[in-house]
């Protein structure tokens, strides 16, 4: 399955078409992210290249507060438009059968509007019994007094709404609401991994509380810290609506706050929330673990990090392709003209897209580390929670997209142009056979990785099939003539990928439609 994701300020029809080629005609989805400006004449661009086929809009909330906007109304939404190709679904949740649980909600707030301060009643100690890791107690609102001074409760530790930088917060609930729904065990306690928060406290909201009254919901259990396991009833399907207001979906709090973690001190322009691009992925590639995702509009790289979450929380092997350019914003490249750099320049190019924000912030999402190499602060919330500093076990690769002369595109002038495709064929894991020619500059008869293999010189086919990996997955073979790949083709093992490339790679790699 192809699931294509992307956020273009404005499309195209010749774009479009482009999209329409790709995508996988049995089973795929194109997804693209568009604010009220747009959407209309976006929406009828779809219907007309993508005719026939399924398509549905979503209001995604994005800002609960609105971002304020002279003379108009507050923005706090934007909308994500949905293509449906072959026998793609949108699927319920959980399937027939199946019991998922309730998603919980933190108690303390992390976005930048729920500061100490904002709600006077909101910043209390919550004392943690050391030895049971239960709450003992629930402390009366601070006013300016410092943390440091709350008096002490024996056997416990006091648990403020702190980030892991040291950024006072607040808690979700006043203390009064945080004992009822303790009392009625709707709060869950967790061990944290930070001195600042060494306790981690998440509560089921009054909406899902309700719903356990009316059969909705059900109650299965209770933990060991007298919470409720509370599910969707086995065999009950919970149908996505066409309006998001999770709080996860907050592009301040997880876009912009977030990508902060991850490259201090860099500023991108609205980046999305990476929970909203998660569970929009999730919905078609949940059961599919060797999906391919395109996001042909990178931006900052929450795609690719999205991914890496799903693929942590399943073990699975999906691919997330990124493409995108290395722009310069308006106003710093202003600034830049005038201290007379002109794109090319490795002043100029350093603060590109790609450069300052896409390429550090996925390497920082995978290694765990900002640019600086210092371990990244925070943990992941919703779904899959743990440390950023732990990072992914991805394997990541970052190709410069160049224009090739067609005179030069031969065997031994071009190959390491093309070499990353093939890899990308027969994976996207391991090394990559980067040249055609040893370090002598003669021609190589053939190469091998563990996963794919690369014969060039048709003469040494059986030298080549001799040295077959038992984990090869792909192969290639270089040569224009049908009967001569026909042949080499048969002597290998039939559960081999094995691919034709021409010996002029602008034949072998264009996109041939009628």
Not at 7 to 31: I, T, Y
Request: hydrophobic share 40%; glycine share 8%; with cysteine.
């Amino acid at each position: 399955m192809d699931c294509k994701a992307s956020r273009p300020s404005e499309f195209g029809v010749s774009r479009l078409n482009l999209a329409r080629s790709l995508l996988n005609p049995e089973d795929s989805v194109l997804v693209v992210t568009i604010d009220e400006r747009e959407v209309h004449r976006l929406a009828l661009l779809l219907e007309q290249v993508f005719a026939g086929r399924r398509h549905q809009m979503v209001s995604i909330t994005i800002n609960p507060k609105g971002t304020a906007r002279p003379n108009e109304f507050s923005r706090v939404d934007e909308f994500a438009l949905f293509v449906l190709v072959g026998s793609a679904v949108v699927p319920g949740a959980p399937a027939s059968g199946q019991a998922a649980e309730v998603r919980w909600r933190y108690l303390r707030r992390n976005d930048l509007e729920s500061v100490r301060g904002t709600r006077p009643r909101q910043f209390y100690p919550i004392y943690v019994n050391e030895q049971t890791a239960l709450i003992a107690k629930v402390g009366d609102p601070l006013g300016p007094e410092d943390p440091l001074d709350v008096p002490k409760v024996a056997d416990c530790v006091p648990v403020f709404p702190i980030r892991e930088d040291g950024l006072q917060m607040e808690w979700g609930l006043t203390g009064p609401t945080l004992k009822r729904s303790l009392d009625a065990g709707f709060v869950h306690v967790t061990v944290g991994q930070h001195n600042n928060q060494p306790y981690i406290f998440s509560y089921l909201t009054t909406p899902n509380i309700k719903k356990i009254a009316t059969g909705e919901l059900a109650v299965t259990g209770t933990r060991g810290d007298g919470s409720k396991i509370v599910v969707i009833p086995a065999g009950k399907v919970s149908r996505p609506t066409s309006v998001w207001r999770d709080r996860s979906h907050d592009a301040g709090a997880y876009g912009t706050s977030l990508l902060g973690t991850l490259i201090p001190g860099r500023r991108f322009p609205f980046p999305k929330s990476l929970y909203a691009v998660e569970d929009t992925i999730r919905f078609f590639v949940k059961d599919k673990p060797d999906a391919v995702v395109l996001d042909f509009f990178g931006g900052s790289g929450t795609t690719a990090h999205a991914v890496a979450r799903l693929n942590h929380q399943d073990d699975g092997r999906r691919q997330s392709i990124t493409l995108t350019n290395n722009e310069v914003a308006e106003a710093e490249a202003k600034a830049l003209r005038a201290r007379g750099l002109r794109p090319g320049d490795p002043d100029w190019e350093a603060l590109g897209i790609f450069e300052h924000i896409t390429r550090p912030r996925v390497t920082a999402a995978v290694t765990g580390q900002t640019p600086e190499g210092i371990p990244v602060t925070g943990e992941y919330r919703f779904t899959d929670e743990f440390p950023m500093a732990e990072g992914f076990e991805e394997n990541v690769e970052f190709f410069e997209l160049t224009y090739l002369d067609a005179s030069r595109v031969e065997v031994n002038l071009a190959f390491a142009g093309i070499a990353p495709l093939l890899w990308l064929r027969a994976g996207g894991r391991g090394p990559i056979i980067e040249q055609c020619v040893n370090g002598n500059g003669r021609r190589k008869p053939y190469a091998w990785t563990d996963r794919y293999g690369v014969l060039f010189n048709c003469d040494r086919w059986r030298g080549f099939v001799s040295k077959l990996p038992v984990t090869a997955t792909t192969v290639f073979i270089v040569t224009d003539s049908t009967t001569e790949f026909a042949h080499i083709a048969g002597e290998l093992p039939g559960h081999l990928d094995v691919v034709r490339l021409y010996e002029r790679y602008l034949t072998t790699f264009a996109i041939n439609e009628r």
